[in-house]
């Protein structure tokens, strides 16, 4: 089976760095995953990680640790619209599917 | 093609009756998945298609429930005998094969709400 577990709520400031971070386990991986979701929109891929290491888009990076079953999302210069659900994901077993986490609820204030 | 289209959006319906739910999804996507969110929590994995084959149902999805993707492209979802646990949003994502075992990045429709009264 899997468990992926991140922080229900987080609140940050414009112009500031938040992280926000995802622990799983997993019976098989294929890939962790981080979505987007502003309320009542579809999820949004932002980012993608298969090996250990960060990958850097933009304002946002990803950091992915598949020893430590570890992940964290960094959102860099704050700013009100990135206040949304980030959603952190792992690919099935078979690959064939993502699962999801509950989300973590960022609020962004000025 | 602009994307994944789920129709309609909103669904009110009262307890016992069945709905239906349609996906169009982005139109050389060969992959489409079923998800269903409630308030608070990340989408739940309901059910996936390789083209017009069901390749995988989630234990979530209980006999009331059944898809199908008729042609390999657009797919429905119907819930028989509705009851109000079934309320939640129900969302559509597509994604094209690339050949590897990788989920890779899914595109999701705007959902169909199902309210059941």
């Known amino acids: 089976g899997q468990n992926i577990d991140q922080p229900t709520e987080m609140t940050a400031t414009e112009g500031a760095i938040v992280q926000i971070n995802c622990t799983y386990q997993t019976s098989g991986f294929n890939g962790l995953f981080w979505y987007q979701q502003h309320a009542g929109e579809a999820p949004t891929f932002l980012s993608y990680n298969v090996l250990d290491g960060l990958e850097e888009k933009g304002r946002f990076s990803s950091f992915l640790s598949r020893s430590k079953g570890y992940s964290y999302l960094l959102l860099k210069e704050l700013q009100m619209k990135d206040s949304a659900s980030y959603l952190c994901a792992v690919g099935n077993q078979a690959g064939t599917a993502l699962i999801f986490g509950k989300g973590t609820t960022l609020s962004v204030s000025s | 093609d602009t994307g994944v289209s789920q129709d309609p959006r909103h669904k009110i319906t009262k307890r016992g009756q069945n709905v239906t739910f349609r996906c169009d999804p982005i139109s050389e996507h060969n992959r489409l998945y079923w998800y269903r969110q409630t308030l608070g929590q990340g989408p739940e994995f309901l059910t996936y298609f390789q083209n017009e084959a069901q390749l995988e149902k989630s234990r979530l999805l209980s006999d009331r429930f059944s898809a199908e993707r008729p042609k390999g492209s657009f797919s429905t979802l119907e819930i028989q005998r509705t009851e109000q646990g079934d309320s939640a949003m129900y969302l559509c994502?597509?994604?094209?094969?690339?050949?590897?075992?990788?989920?890779?990045?899914?595109?999701f429709g705007e959902g169909s709400r199902l309210t059941v009264l």
């Open positions: 994502a597509s994604r094209a094969d690339t050949g590897r075992t990788n989920t890779g990045e899914l595109f």
